[in-house]
């Protein structure tokens, strides 16, 4: 069976400093992988996708991911993050249906 | 542009009360999905809707229904309600084109079970 697990629950981090949440999932066949992002009393949304190409993606706001095969895993990382990216990330993948299957989560926080 | 609409926002029931959790979508997307999510455990799929008329169930169907009552809406709905359906329910829609396509979620439903 296909799983996604996020390491860590939740992952504190001042203003500015770089961020790693960290996504590894199962699957013995080709996937598309993404992060969606879930602000306080708000519905998800997503950040970035990787569906083929290059193995790096990023989103507008400054976060990227990288496809990594051989470790099969799709960590996502910023340079410096802002007081305002305090929410929570979900990895996700789907395989060859419409279905998404989530990770449990990684809240951050960023403290000032 | 409205996105995903849910309805009502916050619920109480008592064990054994029964509601219906509505949900609508403007982007005329083709697949409408049920999620719970619950602390720790990520969001789980209850049930799914490809299109029109048809209906799939997820990882955790036990204790719902569901209704694709036309293109744009999907309903959810607890024939009688327990304490471990307390949850916040949210529901999203795609194009329907295929596993890369991403999937757009309501604000949820906050629903205590008493």
């Known amino acids: 069976a296909q799983s996604v697990t996020q390491l860590d629950s939740q992952v504190p981090v001042f203003e500015e400093a770089p961020v790693e949440l960290r996504c590894n999932y199962s699957?013995?066949?080709?996937?598309?992988l993404f992060w969606y992002v879930q602000y306080p009393n708000q519905g998800l949304q997503l950040l970035l996708k990787y569906l083929s190409g290059s193995t790096l993606v990023k989103s507008i706001n400054g976060f990227e991911a990288e496809f990594n095969k051989s470790q099969t895993s799709f960590h996502l990382r910023k340079p410096s993050v802002h007081i305002s990216d305090t929410a929570e990330y979900f990895c996700a993948v789907s395989l060859n249906t419409d279905k998404l299957i989530f990770g449990t989560g990684t809240r951050l926080q960023v403290f000032p | 542009n409205a996105g995903v609409t849910q309805t009502p926002k916050f619920q109480v029931l008592k064990t054994g009360q029964s509601m219906t959790l509505q949900c609508a979508q403007d982007m005329n997307h083709n697949s409408m999905y049920w999620y719970r999510q619950d602390p720790g455990m990520g969001l789980r799929l209850i049930y799914y809707?490809?299109?029109?008329?048809?209906?799939d169930k997820g990882e955790v169907p036990n204790g719902y229904n569901v209704s694709r009552l036309n293109k744009r809406e999907f309903s959810l709905r607890l024939e009688s309600a327990a304490p471990s359906q307390t949850s916040v329910y949210f529901c999203?829609?795609?194009?329907?084109?295929?596993?890369?396509?991403?999937?757009?979620f309501g604000p949820g439903t906050r629903l205590l079970v008493l």
């Open positions: 999203a829609s795609s194009g329907g084109q295929g596993p890369q396509e991403t999937q757009y």
């Open positions: 809707s490809a299109s029109e008329g048809t209906t």
């Open positions: 699957s013995s066949v080709s996937v598309y």
